[in-house]
């Protein structure tokens, strides 16, 4: 009998072995990583608010090594010239639902399963990275779809965002957040549904367990769902500081959609991390998200666009009576909130609307009172800290991933021109040339 090491099949599986192993090594080197060299002739330094002229953006691998004007370009780098545009950070959309479509408000959605929303998300996530969101916050999806869109991304098996999701959305039965479409021999409760402390604990675990990054709860009714009211308060105080002291506990952020007044003063005072919407904000509203530093999503351009398309998307006349309600007070209170100085992540709620349109979302927040700017910092410095990824994105500096894009104009003279983006890198890897 032969020695094992001198059968040539084995043998030929152990040279594979020690190739594979040998490749493994030199991908584990950095200095192996390929070396790009990105010039243009601006770049926004968001953080600094200044912009930079004959800027050099160094990438190794999927992050930045150096950043600034007429920077030495090494000699073995790649270099991507573009010319007369303007490079600003990868954008950041704080609140979308990848998973479902504008049609899908109404009865539409009872026709989907879990594994077609995760082929819609796939699309869309797609859709949104080519606008130049290279980040997405994903608060409430049906089935864990969310989770399984960020696991594919983050694989490499379809290009997208990178992604932290919720799962399903806490909510109260017959809330906003729960399912009420169905008649009652149906028995239909939404994944998301928990009431009273114990289930509201045992539901935060239950979300984390199944792939949860942050826990998104209603605090009050809202637009598109049937027989709530968007200014009720929803979740009592106690079972708010119940999510929020768990889902804190176990590292996760809190993120509550909230349009009447009362409710969103019930869940800054609980502790969320951000409020969503935030529509009827009044004065002492106003006054507690500053003194928490709680997040304003604002979700602002959907409102025009809904009442305009309600028509071509189906939607339900009686879902469509509140947004008429909701989408003039929620513009009035947002500049309220903007002048009063909450601090805003920029937030779309991109499925209310086409995905791929959220940066028409920026002319909202100048016409709100913004600076182009601090329109472009909600978006970026400030939507990194939300999604507690500002060690990794939002600003191109040293050490970040090289989520990237590039316009045509100047985006603090015509904030629209995030409208029309023209070039967009994720983590070093060119995705719209
Ligand atoms: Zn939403």
């Known amino acids: 009998m032969k020695p094992a090491a001198t059968n040539p099949v084995s043998s030929s599986i152990l040279r594979a072995g020690a190739a594979a192993l040998l490749l493994w090594c030199a991908s584990a080197q950095p200095a192996e990583a390929p070396l790009l060299a990105i010039k243009a002739a601006h770049l926004l330094d968001v953080r600094k608010g200044v912009t930079i002229d004959h800027a050099v953006v160094l990438v190794q691998g999927a992050r930045i090594t150096a950043v600034g004007s007429g920077l030495a370009v090494p000699a073995d780098a790649t270099v991507i010239d573009l010319g007369e545009q303007t490079l600003l ?84 039965t017959g809330g906003h957040c729960d399912d009420t479409l169905h008649a009652p021999e149906y028995h239909a409760t939404a994944g998301g549904v928990a009431d009273g402390v114990p289930a509201v604990m045992h539901k935060v675990r239950e979300v984390i367990k199944y792939g949860a990054d942050v826990v998104k709860i209603c605090a009050t009714g809202g637009v598109l769902s049937f027989g709530d009211d968007p200014q009720a308060s929803q979740y009592s105080l106690d079972e708010m500081k119940a999510i929020v002291a768990e889902a804190h506990r176990l590292g996760r952020k809190v993120a509550a959609h909230a349009h009447g007044g009362d409710g969103i003063k ?74 009063a100085g909450v601090p805003v992540a920029f937030g779309t709620d991109a499925a ?64 629209t021109e995030l409208e029309r983006v023209r070039w967009v890198m994720k983590g070093g890897a060119v995705v719209r040339p």
């Open 89 to 172: 950070p990868g954008l950041i959309d704080a609140h979308t639902h990848l998973t479902v479509n504008p049609e899908d408000s109404g009865y539409g959605v009872v026709a989907l399963s879990g594994p077609r929303m995760a082929l819609t998300g796939a699309r869309n996530a797609r859709v949104t990275l080519l606008a130049g969101f290279t980040a997405v916050r994903n608060v409430d999806a049906a089935f864990y779809a969310d989770v399984a869109l960020r696991d594919a991304i983050d694989a490499g098996d379809v290009p997208g965002p990178r992604m932290r999701v919720s799962g399903p959305a806490l909510g109260i």
């Open 266 to 339: 019930l869940a800054v005072l609980a502790g969320v991390d951000s409020i969503e919407h935030g529509s009827f904000i009044d004065d002492e509203g106003i006054r507690l998200m500053k003194e928490h530093h709680t997040w304003l999503v604002p979700t602002q351009y959907l409102h025009g666009w809904l009442v305009d398309n309600a028509v071509a998307i189906g939607l339900p006349a009686p879902l469509l009576a509140k947004a008429r309600v909701v989408g003039p007070q929620a513009r009035r209170n947002f500049a309220r909130a903007v002048a």
């Open 352 to 415: 209310v609307y086409p995905h791929g349109l959220n940066a028409r979302e920026f002319t909202s927040y100048v016409q709100a009172g913004m600076t182009p700017l601090a329109a472009i910092r909600s978006a970026t410095v400030d939507g990194a800290q939300l999604l507690g990824w500002d060690d990794r994105i939002g600003a191109i500096e040293p050490g970040k991933f090289a989520d990237l894009i590039a316009v045509a104009g100047d985006p603090l003279r015509d904030v």
